[in-house]
C-alpha cells in the first residue's frame, strides 16, 4: 500500500515523477467505477496538501484507476442521512473540502479523464484547471435522479464554463455526453484517443513546467479571484504578501522591529 508522510492510503495511489516535478493522485476504486467515499476523500486531501508542500512539485494530475471510469462521484453505497459515511459514523460532504483545495491549490491541477465522469466526478475534473480528456470519456450529472445536487461549484462552476442554458440542460435533464461533445460545450480543453491519453496529458504538464511558477501561481489566482468574491481576494492577497516578504521594503519592517529601531522607507520608491 503506498504511503504519504507513512500514512497508508487505501483508496488512492499517490506517485511522483522523479525529476518531473509532476505528482499523480489516482482514485483506485475501479470496481466501483471510481465512486469515492469519505476515506477516499480524505486520503485525496492528504495527498494534494503533499503535492501543495513539496517544492519540487509543479504540477499535479487527477485521475481514475482503468479506463472505465475517471470517477462516478459519491458512494452511493455508503450514503447515510446527512452524508456519505466512513468508519467514524459522522455523515460526511467532505467532497466539498477537496473541491476548495483543488481551487485552491497554487499549482496547476490537471484532470485526465478516461471513462465515465459523472455526479460528484464530473464536478471534480471541473474543479481542475484543465482536463485532457480520451475518447471514451462519458460526462454527466446524475444527481437529480439518484436523488442529490451540488449547487456550490457544481453548479457555479458549470455555469461558467458551458453558459446558463447548457448548465440548466446538464442539471435538469441528467444526460450523459461524449467527449466530443465535452469539447464542444467548454467542459474540457482536449479530446484524444485512449491510447495517448497518458502521453499528451505528458506533454501539457512538460510545457507548464517550463513557465514561471509565480507567474502561474498568481494567474491562478486571479482567474479565481474573479469569480470567488471576498475567499478569492485573500487567496490573490496572499501572493501579493508573499511577493511582498521577499523584498527589502518588506523585511526592513521587520528588521526594524525586531532591532527596535523605527522603520526606514524612505530609499523604497512610489512607483507611478
Ligand atoms: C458510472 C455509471 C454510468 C457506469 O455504468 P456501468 O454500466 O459502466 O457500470 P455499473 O455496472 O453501473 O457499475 C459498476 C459497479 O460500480 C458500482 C455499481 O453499483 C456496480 O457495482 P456492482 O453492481 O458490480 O456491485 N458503482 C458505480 N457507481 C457507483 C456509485 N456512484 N456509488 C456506488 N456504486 C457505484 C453508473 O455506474 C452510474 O450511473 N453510477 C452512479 C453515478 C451516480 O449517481 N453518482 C452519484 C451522484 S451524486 C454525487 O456524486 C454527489 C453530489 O451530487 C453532491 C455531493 C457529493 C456527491
Redesign the pocket.
Known amino acids: 500500500i503506498p504511503v504519504v508522510h507513512g500514512e497508508r492510503l487505501q483508496d488512492v495511489k499517490y506517485e511522483k515523477a522523479e525529476g518531473e516535478g509532476i505528482a499523480k493522485v489516482t482514485i483506485n476504486r475501479p470496481?466501483?467505477?471510481?465512486?469515492?467515499r469519505p476515506e477516499t476523500t480524505e486520503e485525496m486531501m492528504r495527498c494534494f496538501s503533499d503535492a501543495r508542500d513539496d517544492p519540487d512539485i509543479g504540477v499535479v494530475i487527477l485521475t481514475g484507476e482503468g479506463t472505465?471510469?475517471f470517477c462516478?462521484?459519491?458512494?452511493?453505497?455508503?450514503?447515510g442521512e446527512g452524508?456519505?459515511v466512513g468508519p467514524d459514523k459522522i455523515p460526511r460532504?467532505n467532497?466539498?473540502d477537496l473541491q476548495v483545495q483543488i481551487r485552491r491549490l497554487p499549482k496547476p491541477v490537471i484532470a485526465m479523464v478516461a471513462?465515465?465522469a459523472?455526479?460528484?466526478?464530473?464536478?471534480l475534473q471541473m474543479m481542475c484547471d484543465i482536463t485532457i480528456a480520451a475518447d471514451n470519456a462519458?460526462f454527466?450529472?446524475?444527481?437529480p435522479?439518484?436523488?442529490?445536487?451540488?449547487a456550490g461549484y457544481?453548479s457555479t462552476q458549470m455555469v461558467r464554463l458551458v453558459g446558463q442554458k447548457k448548465a440548466r440542460e446538464i442539471w435538469f435533464l441528467a444526460r450523459?455526453y461524449n467527449a466530443e461533445q465535452a469539447l464542444e460545450m467548454g467542459l474540457i480543453n482536449k479530446v484524444v484517443p485512449l491510447d495517448r491519453l497518458e502521453q499528451e496529458t505528458l506533454v501539457w504538464c512538460r510545457e507548464i513546467l517550463r513557465n514561471s511558477p509565480t507567474a502561474l501561481r498568481v494567474l491562478k489566482a486571479a482567474l479565481n479571484a474573479a469569480e470567488d468574491g471576498q475567499a478569492g481576494i485573500q487567496e490573490l492577497g496572499g501572493n501579493a504578501t508573499l511577493l511582498f516578504y521577499q523584498t527589502e521594503e518588506g523585511n526592513e519592517g521587520r528588521r526594524a522591529y525586531l532591532e527596535k529601531r523605527p522603520p526606514d522607507f524612505s530609499k523604497f520608491p512610489r512607483f507611478p
Open positions: 470496481e466501483k467505477r471510481n465512486a469515492f472505465q471510469a462516478s462521484g459519491g458512494d452511493q453505497s455508503v450514503r452524508g456519505y460532504l467532497v466539498l471513462g465515465y459523472v455526479g460528484g466526478g464530473q464536478i462519458v454527466g450529472q446524475t444527481g435522479k439518484v436523488g442529490s445536487f451540488d457544481g450523459l
